[in-house]
Every structure is written in C-alpha cells, then in structure tokens.
C-alpha cells in the first residue's frame, strides 16, 4: 500500500517572510551606527553610510563595479519560486542603481534535518532560471546547515560612472512614479491565512519574478534625477530615505498608487504582515496623519518590488513615451511629487 507524500509548504518552516524578515528601519540604524573613522577610500562612490540599494566602487577608466547582497526565507511554498523571486529581488538592487547585472554567487542556508537536498536542488534551479532571464551566470556561492531556510544572492554589476542613480538625488518638482504594485506582504498574508481567493493564487509571485530591466535604462537618462526599489521598507519607507538623502519632503497622492486587487478586502480580513506595524513604528511619525487602512498599505512590506523614479517634470513626456515603449504603461501616472523641505513638517503628506 503506498503511503499518501504530502507536499511540502516552505513558508512552514520559517518564522518570517520574503523582505519582511527585514530588520525594521530603526533597529538597523542603530545597527549601523558608528563613532569609528571609515576607511578613507576615495574608489568608493557609494558605501554604506549612504542607505543605498548597492555599494558602487570606481574600477577606472569610467565605469563602476555594483555591488551587492540580498537573502530572506520563504514567501511562497514552491522552492522553485521562492528561488527565482529570492534571486530577482537580489539582482534588482543592480538595476535600482542604473546598472547592467554582470554576475551573481548563491547564499543558501538549509535545514537539513527537516527537509530533503531536492527541495534545496529546486531552489537553486529557480535561481539559474531567474539569473538566465538576467543573462548573467550563477557562477557559485556557500551554504550552511540552519535552523530555517534561507536563500539569495550576491550579485555585481558594472555601469558608466555617469550613469549611476542613488536615492538621493531627487530635486523639489520632481514627479515620482512606480513601476509595480504595492500589496505583496497583504497578498502573501492572505495565502498563509487560507483565504487567498482562487483568482489571485500566483499573482503576487507573477510581480515578484518580474525583473527590474528598465532600471539599466534609466541609469543612461539624466533626467532621472533618483532611483530605488521599493521591498522591506515598504513603499513610505524607502521614500523616506529618499527625502533624508535628498533634503527634501514629499507629497503622495493615494489614488494614484498602482494596487493589486482585492487589497482593501484582505487587510479588513486581518492579512497584515507583521513587517508592515514594524515598518509604522520605525517611521510613522515622519509621515502625515493617515488611516490605519492606508498605513497598512503605504508601510506594506515588498518583496522584490517596483523602482520608486525620480522624474525631472521637463522631461515627464519623453519619460512616459520610454516607459510605454518598454511595456510599461500601466506606470505612466504620477504618485508623487518631491517638494521643497520644511522643518517641522511631516517628511511625507499623503493626500
């Protein structure tokens, strides 16, 4: 008699999800604080005191090396899946720097007791499959026995110096857009709850494997005046460090955030990741007086989210036509728009 093998559920063996296993904004700042001298090193663009997507590193001659790293545990139950998003959101750190992807290296940690080398093999075949869509290699990497699974990888890239995008470059007047839509923590939420409706099984996967090429793209157009992705931190978060690198606020019209469907419905049925109140918390008082539905989906953790665009408003026709050319004219409507900093007013309006 054969006896029946249940499927394996990877989220059921990790006690966070996707970017939502970020630490919070807050916790890392303190993290990351430091009275030490850095290094003096003048190669170094862009490094960590920055809060960028990517350190940047002068190789000469004009061109810079990106690099950078990103790992979390599941936020799907198919390891084939959970490779290939695990492996787009690392490498989009590289197109949110306006560069080309060159080379990726596999972090994998693995719990051996409790689950078999062939799930761990399908994850890795999730990763080639993704970084083939990148057209760069998965040229290696390192694992270790943990207690939950985890997967990533480093990736670098190479980009004209010139064409480098950092987050804190936006001028007042710029025009923000977003080229995905918020609602993957609420989406996932909902799957793990058992009440995900039957038509949006694999649609926040679809967004999640969907690679940030445009971001190569944008690193060559000057009129793109900052650029970065939007995960962990949610959609607020990561414009929040945007206008303390730029010096300046922002306003946010609500109405024009691309949503996936159905978002409203979800958070009233209590799918809110944990991740997003750690988010609030972190960054809440920066931020105007909002409803609690629009806090859980403005502070909404993503994995492997849009680019957040900085636009020059003089270019914002040339930016549209780019966008629709590339199959991104779904995006084409502002978000927001970058303002002028004022003291002691709320970093971010929502309106």
Not at 156 to 174: E, V, Y
Not at 327 to 344: C, P, Q, V
Request: hydrophobic content about 40%; aromatic content about 6%; proline content about 7%.
């Amino acid at each position: 008699m054969l006896t029946e093998v249940k499927p394996i559920k990877l989220t059921q063996y990790s006690h966070g999800a996707g970017c939502g296993c970020k630490i919070s904004p807050k916790i890392l700042s303190e993290i990351l604080h430091s009275n030490e001298a850095r290094p003096d090193n003048d190669k170094l663009i862009v490094g960590n005191d920055a809060r960028d997507d990517a350190a940047v590193y002068d190789i000469g001659n004009g061109m810079a090396l990106i690099s950078t790293t990103d790992f979390f545990m599941p936020i799907v139950d198919d390891p084939f899946d959970f490779g290939r998003i695990a492996s787009a959101n690392a490498i989009s750190d590289v197109y949110a720097m306006g560069g080309k992807p060159v080379l990726a290296i596999a972090i994998l940690g693995w719990p051996v007791d409790k689950l078999p080398p062939s799930v761990a093999a399908k994850v890795i075949e999730g990763a080639r499959s993704m970084c083939a869509e990148a057209g760069i290699p998965l040229a290696g990497g390192h694992s270790i026995d943990s207690p939950e699974p985890i997967f990533g990888l480093a990736v670098n890239g190479l980009s004209p110096i010139s064409n480098i995008k950092t987050n804190n470059g936006a001028k007042p007047g710029n025009f923000l857009f977003l080229t995905k839509p918020i609602g993957i923590g609420v989406l996932t939420t909902a799957e793990k709850k058992g009440i995900l409706k039957p038509e949006h099984y694999g649609l926040a996967a679809q967004y999640m494997t969907r690679l940030n090429k445009i971001g190569e793209t944008l690193g060559g157009l000057s009129y793109i005046k900052a650029l970065t992705d939007v995960t962990g931190f949610g959609l607020l978060g990561h414009l929040v460090e945007m206008c303390e690198g730029s010096n300046t606020n922002a306003i946010v019209y609500f109405e024009n955030v691309p949503l996936l469907p159905d978002i409203e419905y979800y958070i009233e049925n209590k799918s809110v990741p944990g991740g997003t109140n750690r988010n609030w918390d972190s960054y809440g008082e920066k931020i105007s007086p909002v409803s609690q539905n629009v806090r859980n989906i403005l502070a909404d953790p993503q994995t492997s989210g849009g680019l957040l665009i900085a636009v020059d408003p003089a270019h914002e026709k040339e930016f549209k036509n780019m966008m629709k050319e590339n199959g991104l004219s779904e995006y084409t409507i502002a978000i927001g728009k970058m303002l002028e900093h004022e003291a002691g007013k709320p970093l971010i309006k929502v309106v």
